[in-house]
C-alpha cells in the first residue's frame, strides 16, 4: 500500500456522514482473537511470532473476496510511516512501538483494520463516521466469522475467547465511540459525567497527542466488561449510553449560546483567526484551537467552513501527516512552521471555503 | 474500608511487593487504582495493566511462604510462572487459563463481575483439541532440547510436532 497516498486522502470515518456526527466522530469496535496452537505473544519466541504473522496474513488475504484488503509489513517501516498509521488510528501506539514479526491489513476506505502481534494475535478493528455501532458490529462480526472458517481461535467453553490479558477474556469485544464534547469541557461539567460513566462501568479517555494530556476536547467512551454479557449487549450499553451525553452536550452548548453568547462567540473567532494567520503553531495549541472552531461551525458561528474539512485538519496537521504530506522530515520547530503554513493555506482559501476534498 | 484519595469505598487492596521496597499496602477504589497502575514507572517491557494489579491483591492475606510459592508456579505449556504473570499482567498461552484457574477465578470475577462467558462461539474450538495447546509445549521442548545441544531429542520432537500438524490441518471443521 502506497502511504503517501493514503496521507492525502480522507479516512471514511472523517467524513463526518454518519448519524450525529457533529458530535460524535466515530464509532469503532474490536475483537480480539489468538491462535489455539501459539503461546500469547508475551511468551512467543520470535520463531513463533513469524509463524503467527505468516499463518494469519495468508489467511486473512484468503478471505478477500475483491481484493480489498491490502496488507503492510509493519516491522519493515519507518518509525515516521508508523507514527502515520497510529494518527490514521490503524493501528495502535503499542502496535507501532512494539518489534518483530507484525503487520496490518487495511480495507481502501480505511474502515476496517487487521492488527496481526498486537497484544494479542489477532485484532480486527471496523471504524465508521458517526453513531453507528450497529453497522460497525455487523461488519466486524462477518469478517471474524470468515477468518474463524480458516483458523483455530483459543476458546474455552465457560471462559469465551482466550486473550494475552483477562480484561478481554470472554467475548474479546471493545466497543467505543468517540466524542467531541468542548461546551461540557467549557461549562466544567465533563467530570461529572466520568464519575456517572464509570458507575456503570464504562471507560472513559481523552484523545492523547503527542503529550499525555487529553487534547481537543475528544473523548473516547468505551465498555470494561468483556464477560458475561453477549456482544449485543455490549454493542447496545455503550450505543444507549451515547444519546444521554449528545443530549448533555446540546444543552451545554445551547446554554452557552443563551447566557453567554459574546464569550463564545469572541472565543470561536479568535479560535479561527489563530489558525488562519499563526506562523508557528504546536499540535496541542492546533487540537485546542480547532476544537474550538468545529464547535462554531456546528452553532453556525462560522458559516464558510465544514465539519469534514475541519475533521481532515485534525488528522493531516499531526506530525507524521505533516511530514509525510510535505514529503521530508521536520523537527519539532519546522513542524510548528509547517502545520502553521498548512493551516494558513487550507483556511484561508479565495472562495472561503476549507480544505480541498479528495 | 475508605480509598486513600479520596471518599470511595476502597475496593482494590493493593500490595506492593517489589523488591528492596518497603512492603506497602493501598487501599483505592476502581479510579485511583487505575489512576496509580498508570503512574508506577513500568518495567522495561512490560506495563502496568489492570489485571496484575488485581493479580497483587492476591498477595492480601498471603504467607510471604504461601505466595513465594505460589510465584514459582509455572505453566506446564509455556513455562511463565505466576510471578511473572502478576508481573506484567499478561499471560502467556491459552492453557493458563486451565492451570492457573484458581488463581484467576477471583481476578475474572473482579474484573467482569462473571465468570461464564455468554456470546458468540467459534463453530470449532480448541476444546476438544488438546492437541493444539501440546504443540506449544512441543515448540518450547524442541527449542530447549536444541539450546541444550540435544538434537536426538530435538529431532525425535519436530516428527512429532509435523505429524501433531498435519493432523490439525486434516480436521475438519466441526
Ligand atoms: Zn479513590
Ligand atoms: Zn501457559
Redesign the interface.
Known sequence: MDLNALANSTGEWLRASGPESDIVMSSRIRLAR?L????????A?D??RNEIERQLRERILQIQSSGQLQYINVSELEGIDRQFLVERQLISREHAESHGARGVAIDGREQISLMINE?DHLRIQCMHSGLDLAAAWEQI?QI?DLI??RV???????????T????N???G?RVSVMLHLPALVITKQIEKVFRSL?KI?LAVRGLYGEGSQAMGDFYQISN????????LDLVQQVGDVVPVLIDYERRAREFLVREKHETLHDQVSRAYGILRTAQTISSEETMHLLSRVRMGVNLGLIPDLAIPDLNELFIHTQPAHLQKLRGVELDTEDRNIERARYLRSHLNKPDGHGAEHN | MKCQKCDKPATFHITELEKGKHQQELHLCEEHARLYLTQTEPEPGSQPTLAGALAQQLAVGQTAEELEKLDKKACPVCGITFFEFRNQGRLGCPHDYIFFEKELEPLIANIHGETAHVGKRPHRYAGGTAHKTELIRMRREMKEAISEENYERASRLRDEIRRVEEQTQQSPPE
Open positions: 489468538n489455539a496452537e501459539f503461546p500469547f505473544i508475551s511468551r519466541t520463531q513463533d497484544e462480526n471474524d474463524e472458517e483455530t481461535y483459543a476458546f474455552h467453553p465457560r471462559l469465551g475467547y482466550l494475552a490479558c483477562p480484561t477474556v470472554g467475548t469485544v464509570q462501568s470494561q466488561i468483556t464477560l458475561g454479557r453477549t456482544e
